[in-house]
């Protein structure tokens, strides 16, 4: 089993369309994660980023946190064309000096107009 | 504030030639990573790097990868002899201390070994 498990892709919907991604975890010592956005040929850059268990609002994205089933979702709502990108989800143990982070495999999302 | 450079951004070698890559971290950043991105795969860490200290390298595949950050600054991620399953994009990443430990990657460079 692999430590971060991202729903298979890609993924299609309409303008306006609610998105849901999500991922999921074996290691339970996790406690930070984060939803990255790579646009085609770029490098992923940070969309939202939690600690610990928990929801987290930013404009028209949600992140949602649930440790006690090792379960972590994105939420977009009222989805946009320049929202078409993959999105990966990762985690932590720390945010110390020998932090690193763990990816899941990235789903594509597209947003048709 | 400038941000993660890498080059080449696309580099094309044929199979058992070599190839090095380049990344310069943003300014102050004590922490880089050099991961490796599949096509269709999330980046997979090969080494990390602070100051210029090793932390992490065991998904290094030491046989054929080597890197090195002499100076604590930029660094050089070297591929010799490339096999085909080497075909990747090669992602910088540098972190600050912010407390979310966020890493900015660079663009990336792209091989392709024939």
């Given at each position: 089993q692999k430590e971060v498990e991202q729903d298979p892709g890609p993924l299609s919907v309409p303008e306006g369309a609610i998105v849901s991604l999500n991922c999921t975890y074996s290691?339970?010592?996790?406690q930070y994660f984060m939803w990255y956005r790579q646009y085609s040929r770029k490098g992923p850059e940070l969309l939202m980023y939690t600690y610990s268990s928990g929801n987290k609002e930013d404009g028209r994205f949600t992140a949602q946190v649930d440790k006690s089933s090792k379960y972590i979702s994105l939420f977009i709502r009222d989805s946009q064309p320049s929202d078409s990108a993959t999105y990966l989800c990762a985690m932590s143990l720390s945010t110390g000096a020998n932090s690193k982070l763990t990816f899941g495999k990235g789903i594509t999302l597209s947003v048709r107009p | 504030e400038a941000g993660v450079a890498q080059s080449p951004r696309y580099k094309i070698i044929e199979k058992r030639q070599s190839v090095a890559f380049w990344c310069n971290p943003i300014s102050g950043h004590a922490t880089l990573y050099w991961y490796q991105q599949i096509l269709g795969q999330g980046p997979k860490l090969l080494i990390q790097f602070q100051n210029n200290g090793?932390?992490?390298?065991?998904?290094?595949?030491k046989d054929r990868f080597s890197a090195e950050r002499l100076k604590g600054v930029d660094s050089t991620l070297k591929i010799?002899?490339?096999?085909?399953?080497?075909?990747a994009v090669y992602l910088c990443a540098s972190r600050g201390q912010e407390s979310t430990g966020e890493l900015f990657f660079g663009e990336g460079s792209r091989l392709t070994v024939l």
């Open positions: 290691n339970s010592a996790f | 090793v932390v992490d390298d065991s998904q290094l595949p010799q002899p490339a096999k085909l399953e080497d075909s």
